[in-house]
């Protein structure tokens, strides 16, 4: 069954929703924000599995604009909306590759391009004195270990949803 467009602005406004409730949320349960925010990132995917990428991107920059509006912590807002938000397209770019090899390569250089780009401008914006605890080597590594395993927890909910045909 094919999707119109009116189920298609239907599901995306319900995903933009959902995306800001998470968010709002994140900004009083703060012991479990990357959390809210790695989930808010799962939607995304969702969203092109259950209707098509231009509903994904619609889903994504209306989640991006409104947060900004609505969200107290811009802190969470710039994580969402260079971080966690297009994850899920550029997951999926990335992923047509179909080269394991090329997908981590390139995966690597997304995550620390988008992570260091974050940290310039939340230093520059937000806190310009703030300084790292620990040394960079150590931050990347612990980043890029946390990313890969929460790239693998995002391809095995997106594997899940599409094996169960939710649409």
């Known amino acids: 069954m094919k999707n119109s467009s009116a189920s298609n602005v239907a599901k995306g406004g319900l995903l933009v929703a959902l995306t800001l409730v998470i968010l709002y949320a994140a900004n009083f349960i703060t012991f479990n924000t990357l959390f809210l925010l790695g989930l808010t990132s799962a939607l995304i995917p969702l969203a092109i599995i259950i209707s098509d990428v231009p509903t994904s991107i619609m889903v994504y920059v209306a989640s991006a604009i409104l947060?900004?509006?609505?969200?107290?912590?811009?802190?969470?807002w710039l994580l969402y909306t260079i971080v966690f938000g297009p994850y899920g397209i550029v997951k999926l770019f990335i992923?047509?590759?179909r080269s394991t090899v090329i997908e981590i390569i390139l995966k690597l250089i997304y995550f620390?391009?988008?992570i260091a780009f974050?940290?310039?401008?939340?230093?520059s914006f937000?806190?310009?004195?703030?300084?790292?605890?620990y040394s960079i080597a150590l931050v990347i590594l612990v980043g890029n270990i946390a990313f890969f395993v929460?790239?693998?927890v995002l391809t095995v909910f997106v594997n899940s949803i599409r094996n169960r045909r939710f649409k």
């Open 150 to 152: 929460f790239d693998y």
């Open 112 to 114: 620390n391009a988008v």
């Open 118 to 123: 974050t940290f310039f401008i939340y230093k």
């Open 126 to 133: 937000f806190m310009p004195n703030a300084e790292l605890q």
């Open 67 to 76: 947060s900004y509006l609505i969200i107290p912590d811009k802190t969470l």
């Open 95 to 97: 992923e047509k590759r």
